[in-house]
């Protein structure tokens, strides 16, 4: 069964060829969802949420879709393709939650998020509290790898001092 999405508009971004690996909130640049004009009127009351979900289609990916994925951020560590978040997925759907700063006509502005400039914006969702946020979330596999502070980092792409 083939299915087709239509974007729904575009995000734009400071990042032309390297992103980080996770939004990282305090990125500096300009970061904002353009909506086609037949969606815009669909952003009503969204700016009553703190943060939202953005889905889109990774569109520019180069290598083959494995099964198998070693994070470069966590060593030599294989794992599932579906236990990671690997952009290089049989339906390349990426998903970033990410602060909302305020919608403008057809922006919506937002912090710092980790996708190439152009990418196809598939859809944006309310992250709503106590429904989205899971008080007993694990770090699942990720634990094995040691000091989660300094990983998260890593993940963020965020310089750190050791
Ligand atoms: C590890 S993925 C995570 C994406 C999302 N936060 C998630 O968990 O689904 C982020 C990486 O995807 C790559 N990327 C971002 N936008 C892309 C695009 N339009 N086409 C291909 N690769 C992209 C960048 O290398 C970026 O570091």
Redesign the pocket.
Known sequence: MDITYHPIGVIHTP?LE??????VESDEGEFYLEILPEYVSGLKDLDSFQYIYVL??????TREVSMKVEPIWAGEIEVGLFAS???LRPN?????VVKLLRVDGNRVKTTGL???D??PLLDIKPYIKDLDSKADANYGWVEKTGDLRHLALHIL?IPHAY
Do not use: C, E, M, W
């Open positions: 990042y390297k992103a980080p690996y996770q939004p889109y289609h990774i569109d520019r990916l978040r690997s952009p390349p759907i990426g998903l970033s980790d996708v190439f152009g990418t792409g």
